[in-house]
């Protein structure tokens, strides 16, 4: 008996002195209460803007904290190599950084699921030097951010193309070396797709010289050293917002706008910003209410490139090209007085805006009305039941986009209440001015919108078009 009670004293010792069971990832990030996310400042990822944190990358990570039961804590960084050494270190959770796959990544991270995929190029200044066809035509140095994919796939080839001159840097960011190629102080740089869309914007003699690698994933990075219960609810995560078609909206939401790129079209709205728009700022801003005033000026630069007198073929006229029966509606006496059609417009607009359901969030309930104001609300309403019809959703602009071009089809504009209307027309509309109201938006917060009107020379040649 007493051998017995010893040896259960002894084995109550050696339980008492086990270690006890580690929480998993995802019971440690509930308990603390917070997910930490790592990620890259810029344009394509996350930023700050006038509202607050904002960008892709933080929106689904936002989304991703909230379903399992916790804030989310951005950790950002200028620095591709920076970010990474914060998951290593278990300083982060996890980067959403638009960062893609490569070999070396996966020998180091346990990557989500692709989300996204974008194409990398080679760019050069347009006009400054002929455009090379292929890496061997690269006759001066390419520059490139350490530590990016790009740096990778540089360090995989080098053997095969001793002579290409390049170089990796950590003082710039993609978005920087963009810039430096558009004024010349660097000659190439390879850029992600999405990247150099949104930069076109603002730079629009960047060129594509070539591609050097297509379809491309971008995807969550998480920790190899610790358990998968967080890389289980990032699969599931995605699974689902793809499932449910969210994904497509946000995608839409933040590049859908931004792949259509006209050189000409680009290069003389940033002309018009600096030598007309200053002439009308002051109205823009006093009659928009409630609108962003940079919203309306987009409005206006589409319908009317800023000019009090122009005149459509079907009778609409000035700044912001209204019927007549709708600028007596509006009290417009008349539509050439430049002060009278913004604030007749921007009116017009917001009326256009409390038609659409309220249940529509942001910003697709301006998309939306854009539509309407050019088309009508009938016809887009004619849309949306068309849309719901066929099994999309009548809410998201990216399902009903899809079906407005059909209102020219007497199969589908013979069931509808408004008939016949040249749908296509709203889907160029909307994007054009979703592509105006970032470039403003982009150059009024770094103060590039002139107080007077400057007289600048429109470079001659209209580069490649449409690309």
């Known amino acids: 008996m ?82 990474l050494d914060l998951l290593e270190s278990g300083e ?36 400054a030097r002929e455009r090379p066809r292929n890496l061997e035509e690269l006759e001066a140095e390419l520059v490139v951010v350490e530590g990016s994919s790009h740096h990778d796939w540089l360090q995989q080839i080098q053997d095969d193309y001793p002579e290409l001159q390049w170089r990796a840097t950590d003082n710039h960011d993609a978005s920087e070396l963009l810039r430096q190629v558009a004024e010349g102080d660097i000659a190439y740089t390879i850029a992600d797709s999405n990247t150099l869309d949104v930069q076109r914007r603002y730079y629009p003699n960047l060129s594509v010289a070539f591609t050097v690698r297509d379809d491309v994933d971008i995807a969550w990075l998480l920790n190899k050293q610790v358990d998968a219960s967080l890389y289980s609810e990032v699969i599931s995560f995605f699974g689902n917002l793809r499932h449910s078609g969210q994904l497509s909206q946000l995608l839409d939401q933040h590049f859908g706008h931004v792949a259509s790129f006209n050189y000409v079209d680009t290069s003389l709205f940033i002309s018009a910003v600096q030598t007309v728009l200053p002439k009308y700022r002051d109205v823009f801003e006093k009659h928009a209410g409630a609108l962003d005033w940079r919203l309306l000026a987009a409005i206006s630069y589409q319908e009317s490139l800023w000019n009090p007198r122009a005149i459509s073929p079907t009778g609409v006229r000035g700044m912001m090209m209204l019927t007549l ?25 917001e009326r256009m805006l409390q038609r659409i359901p309220a249940r529509i969030p942001e910003p697709d309930r301006i998309w939306f009305a854009l539509a309407a104001y050019n088309i009508g609300y009938g016809h887009l309403e004619d849309a949306r039941i068309l849309t719901q019809q066929q099994g999309g959703d009548a809410d998201r ?48 917060n770094r103060g590039r919108i002139p107080a007077k009107p400057m007289e600048i020379t429109v470079p001659e040649g209209s580069g490649d078009g449409v690309n």
């Open 2 to 83: 007493l051998k017995w009670l010893l040896s259960w004293f002894i084995v109550g010792l050696l339980l008492g002195c086990a270690p006890e069971p580690q929480p998993s990832q995802l019971d440690a990030i509930k308990e603390r209460g917070v997910l930490r996310v790592g990620t890259l400042l810029g344009p394509t990822s996350y930023y700050l803007d006038a509202e607050g944190e904002a960008g892709i990358e933080y929106v689904l990570a936002k989304q991703f904290a909230e379903e399992i039961g916790v804030e989310v804590e951005m950790v950002s960084r200028y620095n591709v190599k920076n970010v």
């Open 397 to 444: 602009w990216i399902d009903v986009r899809k079906r407005l071009p059909l209102l020219r089809q007497k199969q589908f504009y013979r069931q509808t209440r408004f008939g016949f209307a040249r749908g296509d027309e709203p889907v160029r509309y909307v994007g054009n001015i979703r592509r105006y109201y970032d470039t403003l938006v982009w150059l009024d």
């Open 325 to 349: 029966p709708t600028a007596k509606a509006m009290g417009v006496t008349s539509r050439l007085n430049p002060e009278q059609s913004i604030q007749g417009g921007a009116r017009y607009f």
């Open 92 to 127: 982060v959770d996890v980067l959403a950084a638009g960062l893609n796959r490569t070999s070396q990544r996966e020998q180091r991270f346990r990557f989500g699921p692709p989300y996204f995929e974008i194409s990398q190029r080679i760019v050069f200044k347009q006009g």
